[in-house]
């Protein structure tokens, strides 16, 4: 079992950044791929970003590219997603989800075994 905790939504404005934590209770480092995931009211759950340990790649949804980054602090197995340029669009809330899963793989919601409670992310404009 694997639990995630994240942290750091809150409200922000347009044009702005912020970054989101997920914490999990074991090492990922190597083990779990991780991805984020969000949800707007009424819109089903979108890829945002994710990380597979085999090749060490990333993946970003096509609506993040270039402003949103995910890294991962292997020595507090937490990952985070830097979040820049912020648009009302990405109000939503954020989900960070582990699993044993690799390549694009990692965009695949049904994919994952773990989920964490998520943090709502609210851009106003």
């Known amino acids: 079992q694997v639990q995630l905790v994240e942290s750091g939504g809150g409200v922000v404005q347009a044009g702005g950044s912020l970054r989101i934590s997920c914490a999990a209770s074991?090492?990922?480092?190597?083990?779990?791929?991780m991805g984020w995931f969000r949800q707007a009211p009424g819109k089903e759950r979108e890829f945002v970003a994710g990380?597979?340990?085999?090749?060490?790649?990333?993946y970003y949804g096509d609506s993040v590219k270039g402003r949103f980054t995910i890294s991962t602090d292997d020595s507090k197995n937490t990952v985070y997603l830097q979040m820049n340029s912020l648009m009302p669009e990405d109000t939503a809330v954020y989900y960070c989800?582990?699993?044993?899963?690799?390549?694009?793989?990692?965009?695949?919601?049904?994919?994952?075994?773990?989920w964490g409670q998520g943090t709502q992310v609210t851009v106003s404009s």
């Open positions: 990380f597979s340990w085999s090749g060490a790649s990333t």
């Open positions: 989800a582990a699993g044993n899963l690799g390549g694009p793989y990692v965009k695949r919601a049904n994919e994952y075994a773990y």
């Open positions: 074991t090492r990922i480092s190597g083990t779990y791929a």
